[in-house]
């Protein structure tokens, strides 16, 4: 009897300029933990947020969107999505 089959370990999507700025967010604790914990909040806020933002502001989460896919083909040349 065979033993279970080995799958590949999953290659995590390359993040988009959105991802980067909400983790960004967060990671800067703009919304203290103590007023809010819940992610659907977290990132409805975070939106909101990403909407105001100045195109030039955009601008440069697209850059290192660009830069982190870069570096996703790089490190995982035969992913595909």
């Given at each position: 009897?065979a033993?279970?089959?080995?799958?590949?370990?999953?290659?995590?999507?390359?993040?988009?300029?959105?991802m980067?700025?909400?983790?960004?967010?967060?990671?800067?604790?703009?919304?203290?933990?103590?007023?809010?914990?819940?992610?659907?909040?977290?990132?409805r806020?975070?939106?909101?947020?990403?909407?105001?933002?100045?195109?030039?502001?955009?601008?440069?989460?697209?850059?290192?969107?660009?830069?982190?896919?870069?570096?996703?083909?790089?490190?995982?040349?035969?992913?595909?999505?």
């Open positions: 009897m033993g279970p089959v080995e799958s590949s370990p999953r290659i995590p999507r390359p993040p988009n300029a959105f980067l700025f909400r983790s960004d967010f967060l990671a800067r604790k703009v919304i203290p933990q103590h007023v809010e914990r819940r992610q659907q909040n977290l990132s806020i975070a939106g909101e947020c990403w909407h105001l933002l100045s195109e030039t502001e955009k601008a440069k989460w697209h850059a290192k969107a660009k830069e982190a896919l870069e570096n996703h083909r790089a490190k995982y040349p035969s992913y595909k999505f």
